[in-house]
């Protein structure tokens, strides 16, 4: 018999190596107790939150929290369906009402995770024939929505306008086009160039889907993301995004004004066999994203949070994924994934989680320390952060 | 039709500065195993062929393309197509 797991080898000796030198297992911490969206209690320490994607520190919201447990007390703890057969209850259309009002669209179509809204809106949209030409550091899901559609998967080089333009424009005529690409790019915080890359996109007659999952909430006037920041929102054919992050629960959802929308419905697997959000997770949803629309306060201290985190760091010598803040994820290039991890848990040790990534999930081979800031941070917590990064370097020796 | 040897040689000198291990080249030579490119290699490899052939090599056409002959083949094709 031929072990199917013995594909995996070349992955459980680098974990066994990386763990033989007694480092924390960075891929598997336990948070004992969660105080609020900064601070929780890991191995019995107070630790200060700094890699959660919970941007806005909706989380433990009072109004939100009340919500859900009206919800769970009214229509009890899961729907047990889909939502094209017993799974769509007042509040699943009520959060679709909040997302169309939020983003100012005609329709909103809610997913159990951000992960199933990319897998189903790619592979539906895009089939064997079809064209996709997308980024080249674009998220698993992108991918495997494109891998589950079968259609011809064209990459460019990172944030490349004149790569994308070329493509775009030896692809064969008649062909179906779908350009995807992402406000803000996860694992360097970097933003995308989309006021060129949609008019590129349109110009040459291919329809846009922009992943918004990094940037709801807090960049653009009303929270909407990159796209609107960049003035480019009613070019985009379809804005991808996640209860997961800003709106601080989990779901993904897909807001979009073209006319035969609704129809996804019927026809999107990963939509229809699958069974819906609980009653009290729409609830909370629905609830934090009204919130979220009358949040301008919260956005202006995450922005300072995030430019003060990324000069620190830069002071003290750390070398960083972008020159300037682009948004609220601050990425700490490490020179290698063994340093990496060490500093890591010499953080974790400080008082402080980040996010450890490493390839293939990163771009160019890199090991990352991912800080994302929240809105809820004060600052307070900032200073204390870049203490402990001062202290954690040092002692690792990344900085000296 | 287009001419076989010139697409080939046009490939061999395509990949000569992007060769750092400095592998003898022929028909048989794979890109993952012989060069061991990673994939920001492949990928400014792949621009470049794609701009000197003006065709799209697509990620599922590269997934059954290994060696530098099968890509002389596929751009063969290609070419004939337009």
Redesign the interface.
Known sequence: MTDLFSKFDPLIEQRAALLESGITDPFNLVMEKVESPTVAICNGRRTILLGTYNYMGMTFDSDVIAAGKKALDEFGSGTTGSRVLNGTYAGHKAVEEALKEFYAMDHAMVFSTGYQANLGLISTMAGKDDYIVLDIDSHASIYDGCALGKAQIVPFRHNDIEALDKRLKRIPEGAGKLVVLEGVYSMLGDVAPLKEMVAVSKANGAMVLVDEAHSMGFVGEHGRGVAEAQGVIDDVDFIIGTFSKSVGTVGGFCVSNHPKFEILRLVCRPYVFTASLPPSVVATAATSIQKLMDSADKRAHLWENSKRLHAGLRQLGFQLGTDEPQSAIIAVIMPDLKKGAAMWEALLDEGLYVNLARPPATPAGMTLLRCSLCALHTSDQVGEILGMFAAAGRATGCIS | MPDRKQTYATVVEIIEPLNGKNATITEATRFAADLEW???TV??FV?DI??AF???I????QAEIETVGQLVDALQRLQEQK
């Open positions: 990673d994939s920001l990928l400014d621009a794609e701009d003006d065709v799209i697509s990620m599922n056409m």
